[in-house]
């Protein structure tokens, strides 16, 4: 984790707005928010709650697996 927090590559983020897209599991949406926010290419999760993302045309969000994520590398 001190890796993770210490790489210059990390970006923290405090979002301004809250879009609360996750209903069945609300923790989730910071995640979101923070992808938002920031202009994440995408999401890399295997989380079942993120497929709603998938519905949504606003914002657009891409949830990629982990297989495939690492297969794009």
């Given at each position: 984790?001190?890796?993770?927090?210490?790489?210059?590559?990390?970006?923290?983020?405090?979002?301004?707005?809250?879009?609360?897209?996750?209903?069945?599991d609300?923790?989730?949406?910071?995640?979101?928010?923070?992808a938002?926010?920031?202009g994440?290419?995408?999401?890399?999760?295997?989380?079942?709650?993120?497929?709603?993302?998938?519905?949504?045309?606003?914002?657009?969000?891409?949830?990629?697996?982990?297989?495939?994520?690492?297969?794009?590398?």
């Amino acid at each position: 984790m001190e890796a993770i927090l210490n790489s210059s590559n990390t970006l923290f983020c405090a979002p301004s707005y809250n879009f609360h897209l996750i209903e069945a599991d609300p923790d989730d949406n910071k995640f979101v928010d923070c992808a938002v926010a920031t202009g994440a290419t995408c999401i890399v999760t295997e989380d079942h709650h993120f497929s709603v993302l998938n519905k949504i045309d606003f914002p657009k969000i891409v949830i990629v697996g982990i297989d495939a994520f690492l297969h794009l590398l």
